[in-house]
Nanobody
């Protein structure tokens, strides 16, 4: 069993940056692949970025070159550095933990989400 808690969302202007984090507890964090998903109003939840237990990463085309996913196994925490944010990045961002690779939604554990709003 894994509990996930996201934080670090907020309101930012276009071109700005945010770094949400996902803190895990309840199990051995390092064995899980982790991912960030997002869901905008009226749209399906989509994968933003993922990192395997071994450190392999993948990204949605729409965020490549702007977002960086990372994990700190010593702190049981995953991060998403988001730079050059655009209004279309506005969504609720969710973290996911899964024992396989690649991630396989809706399987695994989910956090409650953190709102990211990009607006001037």
């Amino acid at each position: 069993q894994v509990q996930l808690v996201e934080s670090g969302g907020g309101l930012v202007q276009p071109g700005g940056s945010l770094r949400p984090s996902c803190a895990a507890s309840g199990s051995i964090f390092s064995i899980y692949a982790m991912g960030w998903y997002r869901q905008a109003p009226g749209k399906q939840r989509e994968l933003v970025a993922a990192v395997s237990s071994g450190g392999s990463t993948n990204y949605a085309d729409s965020v490549k070159g702007r977002f960086t996913i990372s994990r700190d196994n010593a702190k049981n925490t995953m991060y998403l550095q988001m730079n050059n944010l655009k209004p279309e990045d506005t969504a609720v961002y969710y973290c996911n933990a899964y024992t396989g690779w690649p991630l396989n939604p809706p399987n695994g554990y989910w956090g409650q989400g953190t709102q990211v709003t990009v607006s001037s």
